[in-house]
């Protein structure tokens, strides 16, 4: 119980700190005076390559016996991150930084995920819920910070209490369970193709929407840059409750109409985005996206625990960053792309949703991949 709250914990107060970055994009734009293509395009592929090192932490992870040492050093390198952000004089100096924070970022959720499911899939659950409530509060949190005192140079305070933390964790009484030394077998991650699947198209369109969110809030529309965080952090509460329901509705109604009825939504609620430019419409609109996008974020975790059993990390690093990485991959030449047209890059997003939904849950056969193992 003691880990697995520690890992509840853990995943809100590390999301907090990389959940930062999108809404600062106006802020680094004029800042560094840089192109929208340049700064959505190098956040996004950053991610993506931070994202697919988790199949190797997730490897790793599955045989460290000692999981508090590696959550100490992940905090400890956060923290680093965070403060060397607000030291940055140019746009390479912050993108490094960045790059610092979510590879701790990367390495800790499959550890995370690990941890919290050894107890059950709803400590898996929970475990998301948190992480997606520390996002919620970081981008209300950095552009209250940015409009309250026109920068980010005192962020080495708050890293500086990361820092801190992952000196004290090494000292908390907790049972973490230990490392594996079975071998596994290359052809065990064939199971979990649907999920890869299903989370890279989910990935590529989250990265897209908010991403190129705050931008059309502020660039496209005119509103302030603490309207874009309040979208942000409102989406993401909401996609706080939407990660429980959505376990809940995996044992509901299945993995293809869940796909179907998440897809769907996304598909709707992106091209109202783009339709409307009355702030309420678009408030409403993101909620509703990310209440869809996030149905299916802890439920395909708990997919992919449910179907390597024993290889808890390892099926969490492919549902989570490897699946993540290629769809952000997508995101970030996407961007390159279309960045300077933000209507444009977030409307796409509705039809490629919509195909995705018709094909995962109606006409394709990933149905009996589900719940094989």
Not at 314 to 327: E, P, Y
Request: glycine share 8%; aromatic share 14%; hydrophobic share 55%.
């Amino acid at each position: 119980m003691a880990s697995s709250f520690l890992a509840i914990v853990s995943h809100f107060l590390l999301d907090f700190l990389v959940s930062f970055f999108n809404p600062l994009v106006p802020y680094m734009i004029d800042r560094f005076s840089i192109q929208v293509r340049v700064i959505t395009s190098f956040l996004t592929l950053s991610a993506a390559i931070a994202s697919l090192l988790q199949i190797v932490f997730g490897y790793v992870f599955d045989r460290v016996r000692n999981k508090k040492v590696a959550l100490s050093i992940v905090y400890f390198t956060q923290g680093i991150g965070i403060s060397l952000l607000g030291f940055s004089t140019n746009f390479w100096m912050a993108l490094m930084s960045i790059f610092l924070v979510r590879i701790a970022n990367s390495a800790f959720h499959p550890l995370g995920a690990a941890i919290a499911g050894e107890r059950s899939g709803s400590d898996v659950a929970f475990f998301s819920i948190a992480g997606t409530l520390g996002a919620a509060f970081g981008p209300i949190f950095i552009t209250m910070y940015v409009s309250r005192f026109g920068g980010i140079a005192h962020l080495w305070l708050l890293g500086l209490v990361f820092v801190l933390l992952g000196i004290l964790i090494r000292k908390v009484p907790t049972t973490m369970g230990t490392g594996l030394k079975e071998r596994g077998r290359l052809r065990e991650l064939f199971v979990l193709l649907p999920i890869l699947a299903v989370v890279t198209v989910r990935s590529f369109a989250t990265s897209i929407v908010h991403t190129f969110t705050p931008v059309l809030i502020t660039r496209v529309h005119g509103y302030s840059i603490k309207l874009s965080g309040l979208a942000l952090t409102l989406g993401m509460l909401v996609g706080a409750v939407s990660n429980y329901v959505g376990v809940l509705l995996l044992r509901k109604i299945g993995a293809k109409r869940q796909d179907l009825v998440a897809f769907a939504g996304m598909s709707l609620s992106s091209l109202l985005l783009v339709l409307w430019s009355d702030f309420r419409v678009l408030i409403f609109s993101f909620l509703v996206f990310d209440f869809c996008a996030f149905l299916l974020m802890s439920a395909n975790v708990v997919q992919a625990q449910e179907m390597l059993p024993h290889r808890k990390a390892l099926a969490s690093s492919v549902a989570m960053g490897f699946a993540w990485a290629i769809g952000d991959f997508l995101a970030s030449g996407y961007s390159a792309l279309l960045g300077n047209n933000v209507k444009l890059a977030i409307g796409l997003v509705s039809p490629i949703s919509l195909l995705a939904g018709l094909y995962f849950g109606v006409f394709g056969r990933f149905g009996e991949w589900y719940n094989k193992v």
